[in-house]
């Protein structure tokens, strides 16, 4: 009995935050676009990956797709605008599971906030074609990531209202 109720206490421990755990601090995502059907096929939700901006040519986002590594990228000459914008809410889901699993104490997790950070690229594809791209990025690569795009495609970053809420 006691080695039940110790395993259940050690998985209550990891799972509710391995399992709602969202984007890595260093990596991206891409949520959709319009390219999403030729680019990501099969991809039933967002993709995750690596935004590489080493290249002074072109941005990369490198990702794996049903067991292949594949690479997205687009030129910066090509972008036509770059909009940031963040999205905050509160962790209601965890805190709950926390709360069934553990005890009271996960309530305090309502009291903090996740905050997602997403950048929209628009821009022009080689049939000459306006298209939008949208990448959620982690918040160990925003303030490294947004100074590079506007470095490297000419093209001032416009940042979209905060989510105060």
């Known amino acids: 009995m006691r080695k039940a109720i110790a395993f259940c206490l050690m998985v209550s421990l990891f799972v509710p935050t391995i399992a709602l755990a969202g984007l890595g601090s260093n990596k991206a995502a891409y949520q959709g676009g319009t390219t999403k059907d030729k680019d990501f096929p099969g991809a039933k939700k967002a993709v995750e990956g690596y935004l590489d901006t080493g290249d002074e040519n072109e941005l990369r986002f490198?990702?794996?797709?049903?067991k292949r590594n594949k690479t997205y990228s687009i030129p910066y000459?090509?972008?036509?605008?770059?909009?940031?914008?963040?999205?905050?809410?509160?962790?209601?889901?965890?805190?709950?599971?926390?709360?069934?699993?553990?005890?009271?104490?996960?309530?305090?997790?309502?009291?903090?906030?996740?905050?997602?950070h997403f950048v929209t690229i628009g821009y022009i594809d080689e049939a000459g074609k306006e298209q939008v791209a949208v990448f959620e990025l982690?918040?160990?690569?925003?303030?490294i990531t947004l100074p590079i795009l506007e470095a490297r495609s000419g093209k001032k970053v416009t940042h979209q209202e905060d989510d105060k809420k």
């Open 62 to 66: 490198e990702y794996s797709l049903n």
């Open 138 to 143: 982690g918040k160990d690569i925003v303030r």
């Open 77 to 116: 000459k090509q972008f036509l605008d770059i909009e940031y914008g963040q999205k905050a809410g509160r962790r209601v889901g965890a805190s709950i599971a926390t709360a069934v699993l553990i005890s009271p104490v996960g309530l305090f997790m309502l009291f903090s906030k996740k905050r997602k």
